[in-house]
């Protein structure tokens, strides 16, 4: 069965200040994985998402995520972060048979400084 | 553009009520999903469904039931109440032709007391 795991439950970063979060997946084939945010009181929202190609995908708000086969990792990053990327970010590893159940990570906290 | 819809938002239920959260969708997506979510545990999968007419189970479905007579409508249902049924609960929906990632509704947020 497939698992992910984010090892870091809380980060706290300057604004301004680089970003990376990690995500360390286990599954038998080749992986589909996702990440997403999730602000107060709101749903998710699609980050980016890896299917095949190109290990470095590029997303929405200024993110991208690197996809290392040989690390079974999937670490999210940004250059430089805003206030309002203050939420949670949840990563995600998926296959596309048996319905394209996706299995969530337990998700990493990330409070801005300012 | 609508996207996913759950209703309601917030609920309390007294142990051994019975209700049903709605979930729909207006993309024609043929999978559904419908999660819980627990603080410091992740989004866990309680049922899913391929198209109309199919479900299955997934992770956590003890104490819930579904069905998915149209393309749209996703219903969950929980028979019984429980305190550990207490939860943040999210439906989903994706497509083969949207690569597979989840649209989320915004929630509904359950208290069983």
């Known amino acids: 069965a497939q698992s992910v795991t984010q090892p870091d439950i809380h980060i706290t970063v300057s604004e301004g200040a680089s970003l990376e979060l990690r995500c360390n997946y286990s599954y038998g084939a080749t992986p589909y994985l996702f990440w997403y945010v999730q602000s107060p009181g709101q749903g998710l929202q699609l980050l980016l998402k890896y299917f095949s190609g190109d290990t470095l995908v590029q997303g929405i708000k200024g993110f991208e995520a690197e996809f290392k086969r040989s690390q079974s990792s999937f670490n999210l990053r940004k250059p430089s972060v805003h206030w309002s990327d203050a939420a949670e970010y949840f990563c995600a590893v998926g296959t596309t048979g048996g319905g394209n159940k996706l299995t969530f990570g337990t998700g990493t906290q990330l409070k801005v400084e300012l | 553009n609508a996207g996913v819809t759950q209703t309601p938002k917030f609920r309390i239920l007294k142990i051994g009520q019975s209700m049903t959260l709605q979930c729909a969708q207006d993309m024609n997506h043929n999978y559904m999903y419908w999660y819980r979510q627990d603080p410091g545990m992740g989004l866990k999968l309680i049922y899913y469904s391929v198209g109309a007419g199919i479900t299955d189970k997934g992770e956590v479905p003890n104490g819930y039931n579904v069905s998915r007579s149209t393309t749209e409508d996703f219903p969950l249902r929980l028979e019984l109440a429980a305190p550990s049924q207490t939860s943040v609960y999210f439906c989903?929906?994706?497509?083969?032709?949207?690569?597979?990632?989840?649209?989320f509704g915004s929630g509904t947020r359950l208290t069983v007391v």
């Open positions: 989903a929906s994706s497509s083969e032709l949207e690569n597979y990632g989840y649209t």
